[in-house]
């Protein structure tokens, strides 16, 4: 259920998280947007604070993503066993703590999406393609004036190949279709450490809203970082900054 704009949300309040479960989004959460995926910067403060969350919630803490569930664990340490849980491509794969993998099968179509993308974007200097496991995005941060060819490329292709069209910041993606980051919250709940607690989910993009609706749905709560809009959201942080801060209270609260 949408709420209304975000200047109806107050600032989340520093306990919120006791007895939750907490879910992250990545991009524009976490980390500012970059221009291009591979561009976006993790500094020390955000590795601290993340291993101060898992230790202060006994591992009751995600990285729900867009972004696939291995790149975001690269960003965030590496290794085999991250110690703590991912899901990728908005739901369709999970990284679990322990380093298993489990995800859907990838559509042989999305070759030919790929195809089709790059194509685009090499008519159009600027737009970029990302190749996913589950998916294949056009991103035009660095095109604008292109949004509207990527939006039709997309358009036809997710309608042609029975495929999901993701729209996102800057970007239109074509994907696996069936998960949301609000079923991957589902997922995680289902599971017996996080089973009977809270769900605090943090998002920014409206690929998250499904993620806010399922947290109040179960119990717990969506806060939104940033962009003023319609929201599913109970609370608001201006922006990653904001957040950092928030989550490094909240930790602090913990104790």
């Given at each position: ?97 322990d ?45 604008p ?15 042609v ?36 607690t ?14 806010f ?43």
């Open positions: 259920m949408q709420r209304g704009t975000t200047d109806q949300l107050a600032a989340p309040p520093v306990d919120l998280l006791r007895g939750a479960s907490l879910f992250l989004d990545f991009d524009g959460t976490l980390v500012e947007i970059a221009d291009r995926p591979d561009a976006v910067q993790v500094d020390e403060r955000l590795h601290r604070l993340i291993a101060s969350l898992v230790a202060a919630l006994d591992g009751r803490v995600a990285l729900i993503s867009g972004r696939p569930a291995g790149e975001v664990r690269s960003f965030l340490g590496g290794g085999a066993q991250p110690g703590f849980a991912i899901a990728g491509s908005h739901g369709m794969e999970f990284l679990w703590a380093g298993r993998r489990t995800a859907a099968e990838r559509p042989a179509s999305l070759e030919q999406v790929h195809a089709e993308m790059t194509a685009l974007a090499t008519q159009n200097p600027g737009v970029m393609v990302e190749d996913k496991p589950l998916g294949a995005a056009l991103h035009f941060r660095q095109a004036e292109a949004e509207e060819a990527c939006r039709a490329l997309a358009t036809k292709l997710a309608d190949h029975g495929l999901q069209l993701q729209p996102g910041k800057m970007l239109f993606e074509v994907r696996t279709t069936g998960g949301d980051k609000g079923r991957a919250i589902a997922t995680f709940l289902e599971k017996s450490e996080y089973s009977g809270r769900p605090i989910f943090i998002g920014d993009d409206t690929t998250d809203e499904p993620g609706a399922m947290a109040e749905r179960l119990g717990g709560a969506g806060i939104l970082v940033g962009t003023p809009r319609d929201t599913s959201a109970t609370y608001l942080l201006a922006g990653v900054p904001e957040t950092l801060d928030w989550l490094t209270q909240a930790t602090e609260a913990l104790a």
